[in-house]
């Protein structure tokens, strides 16, 4: 049998189709349930409800607030914690831009801390040299669904007396030394957007066991209007970022498949680092023993003296293979994106970024080295539930001989 002339038995699952996602009979029911009641709000509802329910149970946690998108789910943590204007807060550069902008919006400056580039996660040691007199929240990114060393960077939340936002939009229900993550900083925040563990399409999910932070986490995704007060106000500023009972259907179904999805991620992946271990040139994603990383993605990195072509390269002959990979994950850091390199906000008027620190919003390379590091090494493998142990074995077979195709010979 020749690996060099295969090509995979059947096209790799996709998770912006049907391939790739596994909505059934359960998500139809729902979904009928709710158009034949009529009720599609979710202040009227059941379904909504019964989703924040059944996550706050199955994370063990006390609220679990449903909303529009990942994006809003953060932008809620943010606005819970009723910040000043030009506060600053830590975060990572290597993340959606969805998990940044609300900090813009809510008037706080984001201060981008270095990564580890074996992980492309913050760490306590990054964090604390990005923290300054004005810092008011950490938030940490636990990308691909590899936990940050969350110990450590409690350790320094708690010294500093800084709350932590978790973004967790890629790591449903990954755990660091046995709690999950999203319920070991104050905040945690989901996403149940197209190509997550579970889907509604767009949706997100808030979660938190302090009771205030609740409250206005809740009253955020509705336009702050107290419901089921006495006299019920519009208490702040606040949009609708209420979920539809037409998501909340689809998303109650796919909770019920979730530690099922996460469980078969977790083999196949472990199936496939078996392939790769000891491949020179390349490394597997960390496997660290106090942590439960929950595969959203399946990241490589590429030791540059063995494979000059680098992670484009690579991505370029995986593809011929039928394998579409993401080389660099995302080509460049936050703070390299127009919107902030440019500081394009409220119209011409550059704010919140009038109100920073020069020092703040200086984003030298010599800063960045894991940012860059990190970002020319590593190559992001699709993963998804639905891969067979046939497509594993594929991807390892084509990742093996690519490898060798294009390893320096010493
Ligand atoms: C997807 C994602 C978001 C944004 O979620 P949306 O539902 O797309 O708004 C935020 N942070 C991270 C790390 C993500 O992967």
Known sequence: MNIDTLLPQRPLPNDQDATGRNFGEREIAYLSEALKSGTLTSTKGRFVHA????FA????????????????????????????????????????????????????IPVFADVDPKTLNVTAETIEAALSERTRAII?????????????IEHLAKEKNLPIIE?????????????????????????????????TGEGGIVVT????LARRIFLFINKAWGYGDAQPDHYFLAPNYRMSELQGAVG???????????????LLASILTKWLEGVPGIAVPPQPLDSRPVYWR???????????????GFAAKLKDRSILTAPRYIQKPAFECEVIREQRTFGKSRWPFTLARPEALRYDRERYRGVYL?????????????????????????????????????
Request: with cysteine.
């Open 51 to 54: 989703l924040e329910r059944t």
């Open 57 to 108: 149970e199955m994370l063990g946690v006390k609220y679990a607030y449903a909303c529009s998108s990942g994006s809003a789910a953060v932008h809620c943590a943010i606005a819970a914690l009723d910040l000043e204007p030009g506060d600053e807060i830590v975060t990572s550069p290597i993340t959606d831009m969805g998990a940044i902008a609300p900090i813009l919006y809510q008037g706080a």
């Open 140 to 152: 940490v990114t636990h990308l691909f669904g590899v936990p940050c060393e969350m110990h450590a």
């Open 167 to 199: 973004d967790c939009a890629q790591a449903f229900l990954a755990t660091h030394r046995d709690r999950y993550v999203g319920t070991i900083g104050s905040i945690g925040a989901f996403s149940l957007q197209q190509g997550k563990h579970i889907t």
């Open 209 to 212: 066991n302090d009771e205030a």
């Open 252 to 266: 109650l179904a796919q909770l019920e498949k979730l530690e099922r999805a996460v469980e078969r991620r977790v």
């Open 298 to 312: 399946y990241a490589i990195r590429l030791d540059p003296s063995l494979i000059p072509d680098g992670p484009h």
């Open 374 to 410: 990190g970002l020319d090494g590593v190559l992001v493998i699709p993963w998804n539930d639905r891969l067979s142990i046939g497509d594993v074995e594929y991807i390892a077979r084509s990742i093996i001989a690519t490898a060798r195709d294009l390893r320096r010979i010493a």
